[in-house]
């Protein structure tokens, strides 16, 4: 897609003359939607992103969270590979991880955990399914190659995503405050130094093709935009990257991600206030005859660029060299343009800020979406239960997650499964702190696509529900804010509607949203995506024990947060058919999941999520403890109204006074491995093997 003739002007103005090829072409990628969010940007002033303990916020490559109490730092942050893993979805969502990895590196922290959350069409197309063995097999071998375990994540199944499957992939990272590097470029006089694997000719164009519709032919015609990944020269960067940190010859440092060098380079100095002068024909190559352009924007992986002293490049270079990486000394830092020569002869210069920040905001009309009508299906009880626990969406999602490496690093407290993910912090010197963290992460695509400014308003509170169930507190966010083709009214309302909603229940549980990532143009042939506020949340508390979501056997039942009504967005209204209004969600009832779950009579606790309070009872009955409860109808059985959790306790008039939110008794825990539920006059009983039997739909139909 050319440079767009209203911004070839812009340029032509601020330059005083025509761009030349590579400006041209630069500017198309840094300006593209990906890069300079131009429809989502005005939009993002909604999210607050400030706390005691955010150190820094939106804007470098991740952020840097303070632990509270503590001497720790992580960084967070979030990408999204759409595009790519619907043309290739193993290399799509294998750089993906590369990417958000490198993020992590660029702040001077070693990764130490990582996070999926993956959309895909109706799960009963083989497209769908060919789609998500891909992408899952990518997210295993390049995350189990660099030794970064995948700790958490959701996948979703949804119509909308039949033609553009979404990837969405979160990082968090660990350093001390002294390691701290940010991706501002220091002073003049100073190196560019590119460390890594040599510049092919792949992911050219990468930037500009993610800011554009899919066409049909996208698996053959995009196919070169797409770049390659290789996990294990990955590896040898984050030790490589550890020990120029350690040794403390980084000034900063920014990772080779989307328009390649130029974006990566060009951003580096303009966060500083500089420029910059890089001969292109340093870097180091793999293919013979590159041009400037390709050498510029080429979105090869496993690239760092850093900006060094001069003292320390030859350092640099040892470190390399013992880590089997590619070094190019390629420029250095100045106080002019950002200017790049080629054979001799130059082939940009340009002022940085503008190429970074100059792109101009869209003004784009906007619909406001509608809720649906209320017209509730009246199936049996056994007939909903069946259908809600065999649907893909509230599935066992064992076969994703066994596929990854979850625990190594020796970090891991819960495996995933459960609630939220949990993460021992340990000093330096490795000793355990008894602190942990937690990381949530997902959205559900019913909910946004019957109520956008409702389902992400839920979609914060279920988060920091995931969180409370673990005892942690949220300490904070970064989204991934997926959406359709922004020039269309009734796409740009449900997504701005979306923002809205996702920000204030962001403020309503307490979270700064730190950083992000937007991804737009999420169109193909069957149409938009629905709105997708993926959420990534990271909470803390002290000591390493919860009471997790398997029953014990030996208490009763009780729902904290109480009965919700409404099925707008349930899984029951996908699978059966019927619409309905999105519940009233309260986000306070929060704490109140917090305090039971830390309760000293609580055995268990689950909260509730998609399939309602059905498929909470059945993931919580094992072969030796089951339930035996009672719900008023079918609604308070089904309803997905977040804030809520069920409570194995042996004291439930002692939990009633420690939470202060709505608790309904349900009935007892047994100790037969059994699930009964009454609703009205019906009652439904499922023996543990049958409830794994029905659930276990991506193993029967994946293995």
Same mark, same amino acid.
């Given at each position: ?156 199944? &949804? ?62 015609? *995009? ?60 870097? &180091? ?120 490496? &979850? ?18 912090? &340990? ?163 929060? *704490? ?112």
């Amino acid at each position: 897609m050319p440079l767009a003739d209203s911004d070839r002007r812009l340029v032509a103005e601020e330059l005083g003359r025509d761009p030349t090829p590579a400006e041209a072409a630069l500017f198309e990628n840094l300006w593209s939607e990906h890069c300079a969010y131009r429809s989502s940007r005005p939009l993002l002033s909604a999210f607050d992103s400030e706390s005691e303990d955010v150190v820094v916020g939106p804007g470098d490559d991740a952020a840097v969270v303070r632990i509270p109490g503590t001497d720790q730092l992580l960084t967070f942050g979030v990408e999204s590979h759409n595009h790519p893993s619907y043309v290739d979805p193993y290399d799509g969502a294998a750089t993906g991880v590369g990417g958000i990895v490198r993020d992590t590196l660029s702040m001077g922290a070693y990764p130490i955990a990582l996070a999926d959350s993956l959309y895909f069409g109706d799960f009963d197309r083989e497209h769908s399914r060919y789609l998500l063995e891909g992408v899952v097999e990518g997210i295993g071998d390049y995350g189990n190659a660099i030794g970064v375990p995948t700790v958490a994540g959701s996948t979703q199944f &949804h119509d909308g995503y039949e033609g553009n499957p979404l990837v969405n992939v979160a990082c968090v990272g660990r350093l001390d405050e002294d390691r701290l590097v940010t991706a501002a470029a220091k002073d003049a006089g100073n190196k560019l130094v590119l460390v890594g694997n040599a510049t092919g000719r792949d992911g050219l164009g990468g930037a500009s093709f993610a800011s554009e519709d899919l066409a049909e032919d996208a698996e053959t015609e *995009d196919r070169p935009a797409v770049q390659v990944g290789d996990p294990y020269t990955e590896k040898l960067l984050v030790e490589a990257n550890e020990t120029l940190v350690d040794r403390d010859l980084v000034a900063a440092a920014r990772d080779l991600g989307a328009a390649g060098l130029g974006g990566a380079s060009s951003e580096l100095v303009a966060l500083g206030d500089k420029g910059a002068r890089i001969e292109l024909d340093a870097v &180091h190559q793999r293919e013979p005859n590159m041009n400037a352009l390709e050498i510029l924007l080429a979105e090869s992986q496993e690239r760092m660029c850093y900006e060094v002293t001069p003292d320390d490049v030859d350092a640099v270079r040892e470190v390399a060299e013992r880590f089997d990486l590619g070094c190019s000394v390629i420029g250095e830092v100045t106080d002019g343009n950002y200017v790049c020569e080629f054979e001799g002869e130059t082939v940009v210069d340009a002022p940085a800020e503008f190429l970074a920040d100059g792109a101009p905001m869209n003004d784009l009309p906007m619909e406001d979406p509608t809720q649906p009508e209320t017209d509730r299906p009246t199936p049996s009880l056994e007939t909903a239960v069946d259908a809600v626990l065999a649907s893909p969406n509230t599935a066992s999602k064992e076969w994703v997650y066994r596929q990854y490496d &979850h625990e190594v690093g020796l970090r891991t407290l819960q495996r995933p499964g459960e609630d939220a993910a949990g993460l021992a912090v &340990h000093e330096a010197s490795g000793e355990d702190t008894e602190t942990a963290v937690a990381l949530s992460t997902g959205t559900s695509p019913g909910w946004t696509d019957c109520a956008p400014y409702e389902g992400a308003y839920a979609t914060a509170v279920e988060n920091a529900t995931n969180l409370a169930a673990q005892g942690a507190e949220p300490l904070a966010a970064v989204d991934c804010l997926n959406g359709g083709n922004p020039e269309k009214p009734d796409v740009y309302g449900g997504f701005a509607a979306m923002v809205d909603g996702l920000a204030d229940g962001c403020r309503a549980i307490d979270a700064p949203v730190v950083g992000g990532n937007v991804s737009l143009y999420n169109d193909s042939a069957a149409g938009p995506i629905p709105p997708t506020p993926t959420l990534a949340l990271l909470g803390h508390r002290e000591g390493y024990d919860t009471p997790g979501t398997a029953l014990d056997g030996a208490g009763d039942l009780v729902l904290v947060g109480g009965h919700a009504d409404a099925l707008g967005g349930s899984v029951l209204l996908q699978e059966l058919g019927g619409s309905d209004q999105f519940p009233d969600v309260d986000a306070s009832t929060v *704490d109140a999941v917090r305090a039971a779950a830390t309760h000293e009579d609580t055995l268990a606790v689950h909260d509730v999520s998609d399939g309602g309070l059905a498929v909470t009872l059945a993931e919580m009955v094992t072969e030796d403890a089951g339930v035996d409860v009672a719900v008023p109808d079918l609604p308070a059985l089904f309803s997905e109204c977040p804030g809520r959790a069920v409570v194995e306790t042996t004291d439930p008039e002692a939990l009633r006074v420690a939470v202060d939110a709505p608790v309904v008794d349900l009935g007892a825990a047994t100790d037969d491995g059994t699930l009964s539920v009454s609703a009205g006059e019906e009652t439904v009983t499922r023996d543990a093997d049958a409830i794994r039997g029905t659930r276990a739909v991506l193993d029967r139909e994946l293995d």
